[in-house]
């Protein structure tokens, strides 16, 4: 069993979220509850629903963009997915097909499988290339059978 998820994929996924949404819920809520005369500017209608309203933005991008990183593993069988909470082991055969983005020295991978499964119908990774690039090596056979899917 080989990781391929970049070590940043507990960054992303976990700390800045927890990090961001802390923040910034505390920050949105002393807005709405302070006194006016202590902040007039902060308090004031023009800053505040504005603010909301990109606060909401955000956190929604954010949670169908970073929150929703898995960290991979992969076998010559199988390979195993999991949100740090749960873990879930796939076959190969499920997968659809294969995205890849390449950012730097790191991929952001999307297997859309046939069926929908545990972690819904796509599961989306942040590869890291070295990572990836030696376990396609070591597995030619599963190399194979994912560059045929590969989009």
């Known amino acids: 069993m080989q990781r391929v998820s970049s070590n940043f994929t507990v960054f992303f996924k976990l700390f800045l979220p927890t990090v961001w949404i802390v923040f910034f819920t505390i920050f949105t809520i002393s807005v709405f509850t302070i006194d006016s005369q202590t902040l007039p500017f902060l308090t004031s ?6 603010f909301l309203i ?9 949670y169908f963009t970073i929150m929703q990183l898995k960290r991979v593993e992969m076998g010559a069988e199988y390979y195993y997915v999991s949100n740090y909470l749960k873990t879930y082991r796939l076959v190969y055969e499920d997968i659809d097909s294969i995205s ?16 929908k499964g545990s972690f819904g119908k796509k599961i989306t990774f942040l590869a890291s290339k ?5 376990f396609m090596e070591s ?13």
């Open 45 to 50: 209608p023009v800053f505040k629903y504005p």
């Open 54 to 62: 990109m606060y909401l933005l955000f956190f929604t991008l954010l």
């Open 100 to 115: 890849i983005i390449p950012l730097f020295r790191v991929e952001i991978i999307t297997f859309k499988l046939k069926a």
């Open 130 to 134: 070295q990572l990836y690039e030696l």
């Open 139 to 151: 597995q030619p056979e599963v190399a194979s059978l994912l560059k045929s899917v590969t989009k």
